[in-house]
């Protein structure tokens, strides 16, 4: 069983910068790629980044160049650094192994003035 918890959300400003972290229990972590996703209202749950189990990297479009995914197999987490915050990137954010089911309980991320 694993369980992964998301933190670090919250209001932010356009332009501002928020990290993500998602810390994962158990001993399998680092075997497997992890993804952050995102789903604002009314939308469907997207894939914003994800990293392999080796640390290769790939992010939608939309926030290339802002976003950054990163992992410590050591610690089992994985972080998302956001910047250059956009309106159009609320959304709750979720942690998930892939392969598997498991998911974060996520956590909200707000861009607004």
């Known amino acids: 069983q694993v369980q992964l918890v998301e933190s670090g959300g919250g209001l932010v400003q356009p332009g501002g910068s928020l990290r993500l972290s998602c810390a994962a229990s158990g001993s399998i972590f680092s075997i497997y790629a992890m993804g952050w996703y995102r789903q604002a209202p009314g939308k469907q749950r997207e894939l914003v980044a994800a990293i392999t189990n080796d640390g290769r990297t790939n992010y939608i479009d939309s926030v290339k160049g802002r976003f950054t995914i990163s992992r410590d197999n050591a610690k089992n987490t994985v972080d998302l650094q956001m910047n250059s915050l956009k309106p159009e990137d609320t959304a709750v954010y979720y942690c998930?192994?892939?392969?598997?089911?498991?998911w974060g309980q996520g956590t909200q991320v707000t861009v607004s003035s």
């Open positions: 998930k192994m892939a392969m598997t089911d498991y």
